[in-house]
Structures are given as C-alpha cells and as structure tokens.
C-alpha cells in the first residue's frame, strides 16, 4: 500500500527522521526556544520525543512546520498566499 503523495512534502520521512534532523541543525536547546514543549526542554531524548509527539498532534505540526522551514527548498516559481495568487518578490 504505497501510494504517491506528489503534494505532501513529508511522505516517505518518518518522524524519527525529523526530530534527528532537526536535534542536529538545532540542538535540543534550540527546539526548545523554537517550540516551547517540556520533551524538548527536561532531559530530552529522541526516544521520549517520539513518545510525546505521536499523542499529541498539536506539537507534531509544530515540529513538522519547523522541519519544513529549516529544510525544505524554496519553490522556483515562487511563494503563492493561501488562495493561490504569487506573493510580491523583493
């Protein structure tokens, strides 16, 4: 049952890959200035992350926003607003 998912920009990334990446871009300290969640501020871990993060889905949009916006690339046709029309370019 793998189907294609063109317009999801994490299919084919699990979350452990996600919160691995973004310990190592950001350091544990830096996740927990960037979401204030205690799993990343009291003794964290990648194990405990997980943990917390699969049963709260509030926080893993947050992380998965904050993966988007570290690593995703810039589109070449440039940012569009939520109705679909091209945002000005500097």
């Not at 950001?26 to 204030?36: F, M, S, T, V, Y």
């Not at 992350?49 to 992380?63: E, Y």
């Amino acid at each position: 049952m793998t189907e294609k998912q063109p317009n999801n920009p994490l299919h084919g990334i699990t979350l452990e890959m996600v919160v691995t990446s973004l310990v190592n871009s950001h350091g544990w300290d830096g996740l927990a200035q960037r979401i204030n969640i205690n799993c990343f501020k009291s003794n964290p871990s990648v194990k405990s992350s997980l943990k917390f993060l699969r049963r709260t889905p509030w926080a893993r949009d947050k992380v998965e926003s904050l993966y988007l916006s570290t690593f995703e690339s810039p589109s070449p046709w440039g940012s569009r607003t939520p109705d679909g029309s091209r945002m000005p370019t500097k």
